[in-house]
């Protein structure tokens, strides 16, 4: 049996360190907001041979339209973000620039979202994360009857998301990661997959417990992570494999998704033996 319960000064260390970098990144960089939440319009453009991108941004700005991000894409491609605009303004606009800069312009993507629609997002967003918060809680107080257990398995899921939140900040100011509902999907999965890891953990203390009595939690849990680490590992690294792969050779619209879920399943594979058996250890010690 290993005592991983020993260091648990180190893993609140780390944890402390990376959500604390996280948190700063967030108050400092903030994020890059897609327009599924601030609303906008997207237009990838394709055109027939090299345009300049401030001349592009010049163009669009004399059409009094707003310039929110211009980014290069290959083969004389650019993504442009501007303020939302109806379709008959994005005719105009290209039409303009083809005479602009006497060649052809390809739309590779076109699409519009309103700000009422983009704040509508954010609050389901915000409602479905409470949802699931609220509904593992319930279910692991219910599975263990131990609602010690329960509060250690949220304790984690907060530090999970925390994790993610905060470094993809850090992605979204250094490689222009935006935020968006992949991202949003990207971070409830993170949440399932902590509790899942850390249910697994839990069940293998409640099995010594009514194999041998109450006992030593201690001593209990550091027995159950000892039995289940590689375990967790295997399953831990097959995803993490697969999503590396993703990152590597994926397209550009599925990239920082990947990214996103490398993080959370690696905090996630963390957290469950660091965190939250750590915080239902000290919990049921409080409550004797």
């Known amino acids: ?36 939440f601030v609303g906008g319009t997207n237009l990838e453009y394709q055109f027939e041979k090299a345009v300049e991108e401030q001349s ?21 491609g650019y993504l442009l973000r501007l303020q939302a605009i109806d379709e008959q303004k994005e005719l105009a606009l290209r039409t303009t620039l083809e005479n602009k800069f006497k060649t052809n312009i390809e739309v590779l993507r076109s699409e519009t979202v309103g700000p009422v629609i983009g704040a509508e997002t954010l609050r389901k967003t915000a409602i479905a994360a409470a949802i699931a918060i609220v509904g593992i809680l319930l279910y692991v107080a219910y599975a263990f009857r131990n609602f010690n257990f329960a509060l250690a398995a949220i304790v984690a899921l907060f530090h999970d998301a925390l994790v993610v939140v905060g470094l993809y900040s850090a992605l979204s100011y250094f490689f222009g990661a935006e935020l968006d509902t992949l991202f949003v999907t990207a971070l409830l999965t993170t949440m399932s997959f902590s509790v899942h890891d850390t249910i697994v953990v839990f069940d293998q203390i409640r099995d010594y417990r009514k194999r041998f009595g109450k006992g030593n939690i201690e001593e209990f849990a ?3 992570l000892t039995d289940t680490m590689v375990r967790s590992l295997n399953n831990s690294f097959t995803i993490m494999f697969m999503l590396l792969a993703l990152v590597l050779l994926g397209g550009t619209t599925i990239r920082f998704f990947a990214v996103t879920l490398l993080i959370g399943t690696i905090t996630g594979t963390y957290s469950s033996p660091f965190v939250a058996t750590p915080v239902a250890v000290w919990l049921e010690k409080v409550r004797k």
């Open 1 to 36: 049996m290993i005592n991983f319960l020993k260091y648990w000064k180190v893993y609140l260390t780390i944890s402390l360190s990376v959500i604390i970098f996280g948190l700063v990144a967030i108050w400092q960089w903030g994020y890059i907001y897609s327009i599924d």
């Open 56 to 76: 592009l941004a010049n163009v669009v700005t004399q059409n009094d339209i707003e310039v929110i991000q211009i980014e290069k894409r290959p083969n004389n």
């Open 222 to 224: 550091n027995k159950a």
